[in-house]
C-alpha cells in the first residue's frame, strides 16, 4: 500500500517554506531544491521565477505543526530579560 504524501509549505523555511516542502515531497535535501530554483531564477529570463513562487505560497497548504516556533523563541527571549 503506497503512503499518501502532499505537497505542503514546510517549517524549514527561509521564505514561505516552499522550496522546503517541495524538497520533503521528493525527499531531497532542501539546499539542492534552493539552488536549483535560485540558478534557474537567475541565469534564464524564460523562468518567471518570482511569480511561480507567490503563486505556490498562496495555493500550497502550511504542514501542520505542534507548536508555533516563533512564540517559543519570543517567550524565552522575555525569560531572559526578566532574570
Same mark, same amino acid.
Given at each position: 500500500?503506497?503512503?499518501?504524501?502532499?505537497?505542503?509549505?514546510?517549517?524549514?523555511? *527561509?521564505?514561505?517554506?516552499?522550496?522546503?516542502?517541495?524538497?520533503?515531497?521528493?525527499?531531497?535535501?532542501?539546499?539542492?531544491?534552493?539552488? *536549483?530554483?535560485?540558478?534557474?531564477?537567475?541565469?534564464?529570463?524564460?523562468?518567471?521565477?518570482?511569480?511561480?513562487?507567490? *503563486?505556490?505560497?498562496? *495555493?500550497?497548504?502550511?504542514?501542520?505543526?505542534?507548536?508555533?516556533?516563533?512564540?517559543?523563541?519570543?517567550?524565552?527571549?522575555?525569560?531572559?530579560?526578566?532574570?
Amino acid at each position: 500500500m503506497a503512503v499518501e504524501r502532499k505537497l505542503m509549505r514546510s517549517s524549514n523555511k *527561509i521564505l514561505a517554506g516552499v522550496c522546503g516542502g517541495i524538497a520533503e515531497y521528493f525527499d531531497v535535501d532542501p539546499t539542492l531544491i534552493r539552488a *536549483i530554483y535560485a540558478i534557474l531564477a537567475v541565469f534564464t529570463t524564460g523562468f518567471p521565477g518570482l511569480l511561480l513562487y507567490l *503563486i505556490l505560497m498562496l *495555493i500550497m497548504p502550511a504542514a501542520p505543526t505542534a507548536h508555533n516556533v516563533e512564540d517559543v523563541k519570543f517567550e524565552d527571549a522575555t525569560k531572559k530579560e526578566d532574570k
